[in-house]
């Protein structure tokens, strides 16, 4: 593919996670409606893109620079809004493609952000606790200027979580004089978080896979699920699928793979990942090659971990019948025209994982009014927008013939490009 409109500081043999972003765009430009046309390179062009040099002291004295990014893709329908992620990997490109697949899963749940990302090129596991929170605090300062609750909220993605989030509320809140609870979502509930926030992606993936499987004639109860990424979203992902009487019979993290038929212990295997940070060593399940986890017989699979995990190595060896992407950009699409071929359906990242910002709208409205909801009316709130975004995308899907990432792309995209269109341009 050429790239005709490559940023200057991407590099054409380095584009990344962005290529596959840019892919799945020009795949669907020409479904859009011809009056959005003219509004489609806003899509192809990240808003702005910070890059900030964190230098910070180590606990031995020393001091060690670390580069952070946070991009704004499109702020037409409100806000930036989008994770930040911890990780030795990151890069712009990856950051960007992010950023790109947040504004698409903001209009397709219809919340009234746009789509941000942030993150910082650090392995934190070689960091300890007050490393971190030094770290977290000056990224927070360096991109003090894009963020803000009406400007972009951050919340917790790969290797942050709600004590990340405590630390960038109190580093906001100091810059401002006054406590700004609303600066970030996913936050403790002693500190303005939502109750479900913590499970509402995980939560989100099960009603994506629920309403898919009902179509497809899959029963959930009995079903055997696999899970790549034993964090917040596949943690949460394997309980809450066991819950309705699934059975997990795999689970990969970045240590090893565990497999087993009868269904594991997902309870052992948590308590396992708290002490220890990561399944090596759990007390049950076989280990595996970790190549061997994508031929593991089941009927759904859930990649919930890092990008383009399903791959033109190993889609002809998956067996599922549904694969619901918890993670984002996990399939390339490369991976995906295989699995086409092959009769297995995807529900895609923009949809499956949107349970994750939904709540943290929900979080955002409550800071707002300082007025909170139970954890009943906010997974039912969840469910419902969750099942009506999925119901919309399968309607389309099957009018126009379209995968269902396409039809997501269709009503993303127009809703946001929409809203450009009627903005117009400054000046
Ligand atoms: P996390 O840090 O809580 O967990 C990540 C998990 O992935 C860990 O178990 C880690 O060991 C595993 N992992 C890392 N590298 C791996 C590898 N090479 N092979 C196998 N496993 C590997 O992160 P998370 O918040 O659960 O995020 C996971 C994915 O879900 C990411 O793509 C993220 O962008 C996406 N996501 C997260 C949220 C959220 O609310 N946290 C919302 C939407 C989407």
Sequence with gaps: MNHPVLPSYISAENVGPWHIYLQQVEQVAPLLDKSLHPWVETLRR???????????????????????????????????KGGVRFHQDVTLSEVMALAGWMTIKNAVVNVPFGGAKGGVRIDPRQHSCAELERLTRRYTSEISSMIGPDRDIPAPDMNTNAQTMAWMMDTYSMGEGRTVTGVVTGKPVSLGGSLG???????????????????????????????????????????????????VVAVQDASCTLYDPAGLDLAALKRHVAEHRSLLGAPCGEPIENADFW??????????????????????????????????????????????????????????????????????????????????EINQRLDRIMSDAFNAIWQLAEDRRLTLRAAAFVIGCSRVLEARATRGLYP
Excluded at 53 to 76: C, K, Q
Excluded at 213 to 237: C, H, K, T, W
């Design 46 to 80: 990240p808003k702005r893109s910070l890059i900030v040099d964190l230098p910070i002291r180590l606990d031995n004295g020393e001091v060690a620079h670390f580069e952070g990014y946070r991009v704004h893709h499109n702020t037409s329908r409100g806000p930036g």
């Design 197 to 247: 926030r913590q499970d509402a992606t995980g939560r989100g993936v099960f009603v994506a896979a629920r309403e898919a499987a009902r179509r497809l004639n899959i029963p959930i109860e009995g079903a055997r699920v696999a899970v790549q990424g034993f964090g917040n979203v596949g943690e949460a992902s394997a309980r809450i699928f066991a819950q309705h009487g699934a059975k």
């Design 295 to 376: 031929a593991v017989p089941c009927e759904f699979l859930v990649p919930a971990a890092l990008e383009s995990q399903i791959n033109r190595y190993n889609a002809e060896r998956i067996v599922a019948k549904l694969i619901v992407e918890g993670a984002n950009g996990p399939t390339t699409p490369e991976a995906e025209l295989i699995l086409a071929g092959r009769g297995i359906s995807i529900v895609p990242d923009v949809l499956a994982n949107a349970g994750g910002v939904t709540v943290s709208y929900f979080e955002w409205v409550q800071d707002f009014s300082s007025f909170f909801w139970s954890e009943d």
